[in-house]
């Protein structure tokens, strides 16, 4: 029986030396995909992601202790900066009985009244909460690829539960190389919690294009080019059913999508 065990093993062995003609072995690789490249130029729209707020959002507190004498302001009322929102008096004033104010800082609407009339209140003690909702606001840090493509007025939507909101660059901080964006909200919506998407439609833009499907999970492919060797390939926009990348491949005809950045597996 120990014979017939040790003869086993020799006669696989030997059967794997000698493969047939036509069924050569392959060396194991991941999938490599040759990808024709596309250079013109396209109108390209890029997606960030950031935090959306209202665009002014302010509590504002009792500068001293004091007590509020007057509240001119009724919760979801719409008022213009400068208007008379509290009055109260300073427990400091003495005998100095004139009524102090407090005038609405911006333009917007009165989302909680906290102060009561004739209860004291502390200093830094929350009275009013005032807040814009006509307009959101989105901040977001800038791919330093992308900083010289954005420009001021450039349009851009968000997308919120089902309503599409219309807006533009309102300001592009080079310095921190962010930028604020301003949306219409006329549905009044709130802000949602956590990131969110917007598109920015930078325009016609000259450069590399490949098929969008390839970055489907991923914004970024590992490519062997043989003229370059291994590069990433990241995908800073899309155009139809395009992605514009960097680095901008210009002369290179086709690339190799290859997950190890490594030439095409070769056969024996």
Known sequence: MKYLLLFVPIALLACAEHTPPGHARVKKAPLHQEVHITHSTRPVTVSLYGYINYLYDSTLVSPVAATPISISVNPGERVHRGHLLLT?????????????????????????????????????????????????????????????????????????????????????????????????????????????????????????????????????????????GPVEIVALGRSDSLSWIYPNLAGIDTLVISPDAEPPATVD
């Open 88 to 228: 109260y008096w300073s427990r400091y004033q003495g005998y100095d009985y004139t009524p102090l104010e407090i005038r609405a800082p911006f333009s917007g609407v009165v989302s909680s009244i906290y102060a009561q009339i004739n209860q004291p209140v502390q200093a830094g003690e929350e009275l009013i909460r005032l807040l814009e909702n006509q307009y959101l606001k989105m901040n977001i840090p800038v791919n330093p690829v992308l900083k010289d493509f954005f420009r001021n007025d450039q349009p851009a939507t968000v997308q919120i539960d089902e309503h599409t909101l219309d807006g533009f660059v309102r300001f592009y901080k080079r310095r921190s190389q962010s930028l604020e964006l301003f949306f219409n909200n006329p549905h009044l919506i709130k802000p949602p919690i956590g990131l969110i998407k917007t598109d920015i439609f930078l325009g016609e833009q000259k450069g590399t294009f490949i098929p969008s499907a390839l970055f489907s999970s991923t914004d970024s492919l590992q490519a062997y080019i043989p003229e370059l």
